[in-house]
C-alpha cells in the first residue's frame, strides 16, 4: 500500500520506575491494600483509600498524587514517597491510513511491545500484547519467530489500555457530561504472546480493566485469543469471564500441526472437547473460532464442509482472517474469491461467518505481523523444532 503514514516520535518525559517505588497501575484491589497498609496507611481504613487512589488513578487517569484532592495532603505525600502511577514509555506511534494507531512501547528492562487501537464505526477496539515474543511457532505468524522474552506484568497489560486512552484523550473530564461513548469499547488479547501461557498476569490485568470503579470494562467486551492451551481454557471461564478466541487454523491434525505446533501436544480433539465444556457458553456467549485464509494450504471447499462438521454443537461464530504477509512469510492469502466461497459453506451451515477486514496493514499493525524490531532474537530452526514438541508451559 501507498498510503501515507505518519510516525511521531514522540518525546514525552521518560518514566522510568524510580528505585524503591510501587507502581500502582496493574496491582489487584487486594495487592493495593496491602501495599498501603505497609506504607503506613492504618488498617481500618485502607480499604477506603483503596476506592479513593483507584478512581483517581483509573476513572480520572490521574497520575500526580497531588492532584488527589479529596486526600488530606499529608496522606498525599505518603503516597508519594512510596508509590508511583507510571505506564509503558511511548517510543512510537504510528497512525494508518485507516485510522488504526500502532504504538511501540518500552517497558521494564528495554524491550518493546506493541499496541493497536482500531477504530470502527460506533466501537473501538484495542489489541493488546501479552508477552515480549511467544514461545509458540506458528509458522504463519510474524511474533511466532521472535523468541520469547518474558511475559508481561499486570502493570503493562492495563499500562496499554491507559496510554491508548491518553493518546485518544479519552480520560473524563470533572464537571463534564457524562459521556457514554468510548473510544476504547472493547479489548481484544490478539497482541503478541499466548495469553493462556501468561494466565496470572492477564487475569489479574483483566480484574482492574474490567473492575466497575476504574476502567470499567465489562467482561463481554474483551476477548481472549488463544492458540488452543488446553488446560487453561476452564479457567478462563472461571477466573477472567472474558469471551473466547481459538486459533483453529485448519480441520486435520495433519495441518494443524504444521501451522500451530501446540496441536502436537493438544489436538484438535483435545481442544474440541474444552471448548465443549467451556462454562457460560451459549448463543449470546458464543466461541470464536478464527481462521487464517492460507492460499492452497487450509482453503478448500472439504476444508469448509470439515470445519462445521467438528465445531457443530458449539456455539460458535467463524472468524476468517485474510493472511497478512510478512517479510519472509511462507504463505500467500488465498484470494478473495476462495474467502467467500469459503465463507458461504460455513453460513450455509448455520454459522455467522464474518471476513476480517485487514486494519492497519501499512504499519505492520494488521493480525500476526506484530514483532519488536530491538527483539534481535530469533529462533533458530532446532529452538522452532525443539519449542514445537515440548510445549510444557
Ligand atoms: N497467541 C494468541 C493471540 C495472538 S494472535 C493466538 O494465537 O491466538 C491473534 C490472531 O492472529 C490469532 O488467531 C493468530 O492465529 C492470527 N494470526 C497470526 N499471524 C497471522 C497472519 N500473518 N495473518 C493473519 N492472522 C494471523
Ligand atoms: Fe504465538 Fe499466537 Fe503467533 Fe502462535 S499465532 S506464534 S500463539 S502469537
Redesign the pocket.
Known sequence: MSAPITQDVLTLPRKLPEGGLTNIVGLTRDQLQAALIAAGTPARQARMRVGQVWQWVYHWGVRDFAQMTNLAKDYRALLARHFEIALPEVVTRQVSADGTRKYLLRIAGGHEVETVYIPEEGRGTLCVSSQVG?T???SF?H??TQKLVRNLTPGEIVGQLMVARDDLGEWPQPGAPKDETRLVSNLVLMG???PLYNFEGVRDAMKVVMDGEGLSLSRRRITLST?GVVPEIARTAEEIGCLLAV?FHATTDDVRDRL?PINRRWNIKTLLDALRDYPRLSNSERITFEYVMLDGVNDSDADARRLVQLIRGIPAKINLIPFNEWPGAPYQRSSRERIEAFADIIYKAGYASPIRTPRGEDIMAAC?QLKSATERGRKSKAEIAADSRLQTH
Open positions: 511467544c509458540l511457532t506458528c505468524c511474533t511466532g503478541m504472546g499466548e492458540s486459533s500451530v500476526g
